[in-house]
């Protein structure tokens, strides 16, 4: 059981728009602005996509955007591109059992 | 470019002690935490804890409290991980991290950049 849940995998076709949900609690996710999201592909180190829910940092694409309703966040990319197979992980600052952050299990994004 | 480029993969035997390396380049290595994130194949990323390099003030995840120590030598601007007595559950990939801060230099709760990545194989 991961502390944050994410779909296990997702697909799209080029050109179209998907979104990854991570739901958490009002422990993290609901209770705090402070959502990021990675993308990994294989054998590279991970990322970072968004950061405070819908922040993208500088040399990110603007394909990528973030949101949060409640207790679950989002990630949507638009304009799928080939490059975008990966997958992406949701973090978010928790308030629990003395952590930092919670990751969710990952999201496979394939591009078919 | 800000890098994070960590020590090679290792294969050890339970009980034998480690220490893996991350090496910080171009930013101001000091003033950045620096937190650890392992996964397990087949489980989640998992957050071990964080040290500030600039007093080595450093904060456990219940999991790996007293099972793991983290330091760091400025001089050659590298945070490490140590055991002192591996067991066969810390086979895992262990990623460095560095956390992000605001533009007033307030850390936050995201990391801007991370290492590739140490194996860690423990058997016997």
């Known amino acids: 059981q991961s502390a944050l849940t994410q779909p296990a995998s997702v697909s799209g076709s080029p050109g179209q728009s998907i979104t990854i949900s991570c739901t958490g609690t009002s422990s993290d996710v609901g209770g705090y602005n402070f959502i990021s999201w990675y993308q990994q592909h294989p054998g590279k180190a991970p990322k970072l996509l968004i950061y405070d829910v819908d922040t993208r940092p500088s040399g990110v694409s603007s394909r990528f955007s973030g949101s949060k309703s409640g207790n679950t966040a989002s990630l949507t990319l638009s304009g799928l591109q080939t490059e975008d197979e990966a997958d992406y992980y949701c973090s978010s600052y928790t308030d629990i059992n003395n952590l930092e952050v919670v990751f969710g299990g990952g999201t496979k994004l394939t591009v078919l | 470019e800000v890098q994070l480029v960590q020590s090679g993969a290792v294969m050890k035997k339970p009980g034998e002690s480690l220490k893996i390396s991350c090496k910080g380049s171009d930013y101001g290595f000091t003033s950045y935490w620096i937190g650890w994130v392992r996964r397990v194949p087949g489980k989640d990323l998992e957050w071990m804890g964080i040290i500030y390099p600039g007093d080595s003030d450093a904060r456990y995840s219940p999991s790996f409290r007293g099972r793991v120590t983290f330091s760091v030598d400025n001089s050659i601007t590298t945070a490490f991980l140590q055991w002192s007595s591996l067991e066969a559950s810390d086979t895992a990939i262990y990623y460095c991290?560095?956390?992000?801060?605001?533009?007033?230099?307030?850390?936050?709760?995201?990391?801007?950049?991370w290492g590739q990545g140490t194996v860690v194989t423990v058997s016997s």
């Open positions: 991290v560095r956390r992000g801060i605001t533009i007033s230099g307030v850390a936050e709760y995201f990391y801007d950049y």
